[in-house]
């Protein structure tokens, strides 16, 4: 998985990219489509995985912003209601087929509604074709953005995005407001921790059911912990993993989970960390205000 926004984990370590707009996102308004006939292409750097872009161009942009990156490109297909799918096309402009395995899966796939009122993280199977195939991650009518997150056999880890328009009747949802705790199926998750662009901030995940610590938090994907984080607007990507693996004598099972996290931009964001207990994943949603960095008063 592309690492665009460096973070570092604190029993973590993370993978990190940035996305938003069909193409390139615009880091402070608005998406924008890309320009028809010319995609942009190169890896941007911002982590220890980046690489430039070809031409410069993207030497300032975190990976995932674009459709198509390094000679890869994201492309939906076109498929019955119900379904969704995609291919991704290599250098040779053919279906590539040979992925690498990350976190337990060869391809990731992340979607969320640009309001950030819907978000999924589900992993497709692939034909042997190269088209992946899963049942429509988008539940509801609106815009949404889907980030495909996988790593070509030979090639470095790459994260491309693509809009998604769902039809039907749609009005934006206004994002809850700032909190420290966060619900889900009888399960309270607080955070703790402050976000500032620009530094390196630890954040704390505190899982309980009905009040009591939950220290036995099931391994998923390879982890006990998922992390993302959405700004909203642009669809500023994070996605974070902890560094270590369930067994390895050093990593516990909860109640906390710690991160170390670096954003590079103030803004308003949504969290989702996803994890697993009693045989269920499940997401708890914070929404975290990142003021303006105060790194040059200290």
Not at 188 to 215: A, H, K, M, Y
């Amino acid at each position: 998985m592309n690492t665009a926004t460096k973070l570092s984990g604190f029993a973590l370590g993370l993978v990190a990219v940035v996305g938003a707009a069909y193409g390139v996102g615009l880091m402070t308004g608005p998406v924008a489509p890309a320009e028809s006939g010319h995609p942009t292409t190169g890896h941007a750097s911002g982590g220890p995985e980046g690489g430039g872009h070809e031409d410069g161009a993207g030497d300032h942009l975190p990976g995932g912003l674009l459709v198509s990156d390094q000679g890869y490109t994201l492309t939906p297909v076109s498929t019955p209601v119900g379904e969704f799918a995609f291919r991704v096309t290599g250098p040779d402009g053919h279906a590539v087929t040979a992925f690498d395995v990350e976190h337990d899966k060869r391809m990731h796939l992340i979607v969320a509604r640009r309001d950030l009122a819907g978000f999924r993280h589900v992993h497709p199977t692939m034909d042997p074709d190269g088209t992946w195939r899963i049942a429509s991650p988008l539940a509801e009518p609106g815009s949404w953005r889907a980030f495909a997150d996988f790593t070509p056999t030979g090639a470095k880890p790459l994260t491309l995005g693509v809009d998604v328009a769902v039809p039907g009747a749609f009005t934006p949802r206004t994002l809850p407001a700032p909190a420290a705790t966060a619900t889900v199926d009888g399960y309270t998750v607080t955070l703790t921790g402050e976000l500032r662009p620009g530094r390196t901030n630890e954040l704390t995940l505190t899982v309980r059911r009905d009040g009591v610590p939950v220290t036995d938090l099931q391994p998923y994907l390879g982890a006990y912990g998922h992390l993302v984080a959405l700004r909203q607007g642009d669809l500023a990507y994070l996605h974070v993993h902890p560094d270590g693996a369930p067994g390895d004598g050093r990593t516990r099972p909860g109640p906390e989970v710690r991160f170390r996290a670096e954003v590079p931009f103030a803004g308003t964001y949504r969290l989702f960390l996803d994890f697993q207990h009693g045989g269920t994943v499940r997401t708890a949603e914070f929404t975290v205000v990142v003021g303006a960095s105060d790194h040059a008063h200290d």
